[in-house]
């Protein structure tokens, strides 16, 4: 018997990937618009002048806290409705290391991630917006 194949324009990498009708009549949130240009601005204007205190954890926290609400508030006046929002900020010591992060998802076409990076002598943030479409 001969191998069986398949003929479709998919490739085969995306044949058993599901597909949704509605994709392309859903609008998209799109992170490049305003998002990535105001999160480097924030992170900018609330940590440039900041150093890290590991004796100081609840400074830490709200920052971090205050970071992460910020870019939420960035991505509610961008698209208000039919998404849900995550953000995920990370802050620590900066000692010249390095780091490295990525992410592996399922995504729709209108769902989307964009990350920005801010480091100084002290410290390194990072936050991490998803918006995930939802109805």
Known sequence: MSPSTTSSSTPASEA?????PTTNQRSKFDPQSTLSSTLSHLLD???KNQSWDKNDKEKNRSLSKSIAEAAKATM????????KYVVQ???Q?????GGR???ACHWEDTDSVTQE???NDSLICTVICFA???A
Not at 16 to 20: A, E, T
Not at 78 to 83: A, D, T, V
Not at 93 to 97: F, T
Request: glycine share 6%; aromatic share 10%; proline share 6%.
């Open 101 to 103: 992060a990525d992410l």
């Open 45 to 47: 204007s609330k940590l």
């Open 76 to 83: 509610l006046e961008i698209q208000p409705k039919g998404f």
């Open 117 to 119: 990076i801010f480091a």
């Open 93 to 97: 010591e900066n000692l010249g290391q």
């Open 89 to 91: 900020t990370q802050l």
């Open 16 to 20: 058993f990937l599901p597909q949704s």
């Open 132 to 134: 995930i479409r939802v």
